[in-house]
């Protein structure tokens, strides 16, 4: 298990105002809406979720990092849980081509509007119940998406990410560090529902056997 940082380039190019996230918009409303993941939460107003969702190849160098520390080569067999519209997933198979991807989202919305070129290899579903055999993926990985769930089904998705990883995995998460990043994360977030800081993330992960690697993010 180590903590590896991929994302927090991407991450922090995105500028926040925390305060005018909760005063200007009801914000039970919106997570309400937003807790949908349908078209107002990817491709909506700001206030619901990403403000539009597009291919824009932000991605493709965090792929290529996550390839090169995995050592994925053609035929490995990688799963995205959590995929979304599926660009990082896309980018994996740009980055090694002859990779087998698949993933799995809870959004209708988003594997219909996911990259074409891979779109067959998604499925709607929720991480609490993944649909493959034991011990079947090379490489399984999940970011920005078990902070979403309550903790009946993160102990379960943790499980299941550990069922069917051969050994490799990787987890990234919103959590906190302090109490202005806790309050951040609650000023920003709607549709988390484990605020959980670095401890308790460890809690959760000898609870439940995970031994990969993971990641967080931070609102500073």
Request: aromatic share 16%; with cysteine.
């Amino acid at each position: 298990m180590a903590y590896l940082d991929f994302i927090t380039v991407n991450h922090n190019k995105t500028k926040r105002d925390y305060i005018g996230r909760v005063n200007e918009h009801p914000k039970a409303e919106c997570a309400k809406i937003a807790c949908q993941f349908g078209v107002d939460y990817w491709d909506g107003e700001r206030k619901y979720g990403y403000g539009g969702y597009r291919y824009d190849g932000r991605w493709r160098s965090v792929a290529e990092k996550i390839a090169a520390h995995y050592e994925l080569k053609p035929g490995d067999k990688v799963l995205d849980v959590g995929c979304g519209k599926a660009f990082l997933l896309y980018e994996l198979t740009q980055a090694v081509p002859g990779l087998q991807v698949f993933g799995i989202d809870i959004s209708s919305y988003a594997i219909e509007h996911a990259v074409p070129e891979i779109q067959k290899s998604l499925t709607i579903g929720c991480a609490s119940h993944l649909p493959y055999p034991d011990h079947f993926f090379d490489f399984v990985f999940s970011i920005n998406t078990l902070h979403n769930l309550d903790c009946k089904h993160l102990e379960k998705a943790l499980q299941e990410i550990v069922r069917v990883a051969k050994d490799k995995s990787y987890i990234v998460a919103e959590s906190y560090r302090n109490e202005e990043e806790k309050v951040n994360l609650l000023y920003w977030q709607i549709t988390c529902r484990a605020f959980l800081s670095h401890d308790d993330w460890a809690w959760w992960f000898k609870q439940t056997g995970y031994q990969g690697d993971y990641s967080f993010i931070h609102f500073e």
